[in-house]
């Protein structure tokens, strides 16, 4: 089981005027053995996204987080800003291969900022703020994440097979 942290920035989710419904499509698409433990809405700022971030990393709290929200090019949309400034390891090819498959799509993928990477034994994904691009970055990424956060955890298990 790997414990997940759902983090949604988003000013007007943070002032109570729109429901998230990104975090229900991550929800809906995680796989039984990924609970979400750790649930929060932030304004889009970015010292409130570290201060979660760092907490929920530091304290032990989390496997993985998942932000939704902020990845876009308004001056409010800091998310990857705030997940720059807190890991330790960048694993891009996850934000590569979202944005790969978005342009499948729509020519708007490119336009995502997303980003990935490791703050000490914790995998943080950003994805976007929509719930239908949260399902669609989300579905590229599920397979990848047992075997990620087994090596992020120090699993001596091999990567290949013979």
């Known amino acids: 089981m790997f414990r997940v942290g759902i983090l949604t920035c988003s000013d007007k989710g943070a002032q109570g ?34 201060a979660v971030l ?8 989390v496997d993985l987080i998942l932000t939704t ?27 590569e291969a979202m944005r790969a498959a978005g342009l499948v799509k729509t020519p708007h993928a490119m336009l995502s900022r ?17 719930p239908k691009a949260v399902r669609e970055n989300l579905a590229v990424v599920v397979p990848a994440l047992p075997h990620a956060l087994e090596k992020i955890k120090g699993s001596p298990r091999e990567c290949g097979r013979a």
């Open 54 to 61: 760092v907490d929920w990393c530091d304290g032990d709290k």
């Open 114 to 130: 997303a980003v990935a990477g490791v703050r000490r034994q914790t995998l943080i994904i950003n994805l976007p703020g929509s």
């Open 17 to 50: 005027e729109r429901e998230d419904t990104s975090a229900l499509a991550i929800k809906d698409l995680l796989p039984a053995d990924f609970p979400v433990v750790q649930y929060q809405v932030v304004p889009d700022e970015q010292e409130a996204i570290t």
């Open 69 to 95: 929200g902020g990845t876009g090019l308004t001056p409010r949309d800091v998310t990857p800003e705030a997940t720059l400034a807190v890991v330790e390891r960048l694993v891009p090819g996850m934000a």
